[in-house]
């Protein structure tokens, strides 16, 4: 199969994106079974097996079959592992989290593992119990057991995440290195940006000093760990012009003259996950790209991150507006 | 060096008809993988993907054109006996060959690449077929002006 092949076929998937009519309409509804009624109109439908179905494994079980529908045709299978990468660290939190835990006497929350990685969570939760991490791919086997010894040091989890971070971000940009795709290196280091400033904001807001903050920042990003670090010690008024010089400029001089920072926050996190997909969004004009992969694969999880979003406010009552705010529309 | 003339026209009538039906099998092949992956998704649009994909097999058909005319200019049509031809004819019949054979086999690839971004454009927008057609038809301008000057010079070519 070729990217050409790969990539109109692509375009022609694209027309089963749901549009925002769509998601205007499933706000709207009233309870969740009339929502439920008008996701099963949609390419969501085969999924709905039944009145109980929980519309997070509806919603699961169509990322899942969208990836095996790639892997089938995309020339280059390690252009879904980038994708999915980021869903296999999680797991590897997780499970880690609950490891954690258990030797605390708490509970484990393997329930929240999700089916999006590459490695089967049942491997990898063995794997990572019995200590058998010698197999796992992508610098794992090296990074669950540094994690481990962070965390008996300083009982931190967060730290002990950091770890897993920072080696998701080193495998993700050797991975992109590996392709030898330039837009899709680009498109990693602005991952670990957009990490990096949405943690500065939050950090910001909760007044952690700029220098405890620095060791949440991420290497592998257009902007250092020192630049974020600098950032946070100016007023957030001014983060727009000191980062004119990057494509998160304008997402903060177009938020500055906003008060309400939790209204901020939520806007900026919102704008920093769209960027995700604007940065790759030059390759829609290109018959032959394979950026054209993540890029489908990206709007995808845009798709169905707004659906848990409608589907959420819908099920618990919230207020309409708050959730038409909280959608992206990055496409 | 009887025979050099002769040589040298049915080269450039070969030329024109292996350069511009390669150009025109590559830019089928571009223009064909990005129609069977639109037809993969969505197999109504067999009709519109197999006009665009059509499009680059024009260059090849007056690659074949070019080469009768060379070769009814040369006698060889018709099983009657080949003119007489010297070195000097012989070459001007293969230059008058190149437009077409380069010009075809070029545009053919291009006009593949564009009919393949076309199918790729219908495939979200299938309202903009006209628009469609036109981008890539306007790549073909080039190949009739190529058969154009080819047709013009083989005319002009005068056989004792």
Redesign the interface.
Known sequence: MSYMYAVARLRAMENRFLDAAFFTRLIECVTLEEALKSLGETVYGQWITGGATPFDKIIDAELIATCKDLEQFVPDKRLLDIYRMPYDFNNVKVILKSAFKAREGGERRHDLLSAMGAIDTETLVLAIEGEEYGFLPYGLSDAIPHAWSVWEQTKSARDAELVIDERLFAAMKKLAAALNIPGLVRWVEHRVDAENIGSALRLARINIDPATARGYFHKGGALSPDDVTRLMSEPFESWGKSLSHTSFGAIFDALQDRSDMQAVLCDVSKELSASLIVVLSSAHYKTEAPENVLLYLLQKDEEAKNLRIALVCVANGLNREFARRLLSHGR | MEYLGLTLALFGAALASLLAGIGSAVGIG?AG??????M???PD?FGSCLILQALPGTQGIYGLLIMFFALNKLGLLGGGEAALVTWNQGLQILASCMPVAFVGWYSAIWQG?TS??S??MI??KPEAMGKAIILPAMVETYAVLALLSSILMLMGVQLG
């Not at chain 2, 993988?33 to 639109?38: D, K, M, N, Q």
């Open positions: 571009i993988e990005s129609a069977a992956g639109v993969t998704e969505d649009k690449k393949a971004a199918i790729q495939a979200k």
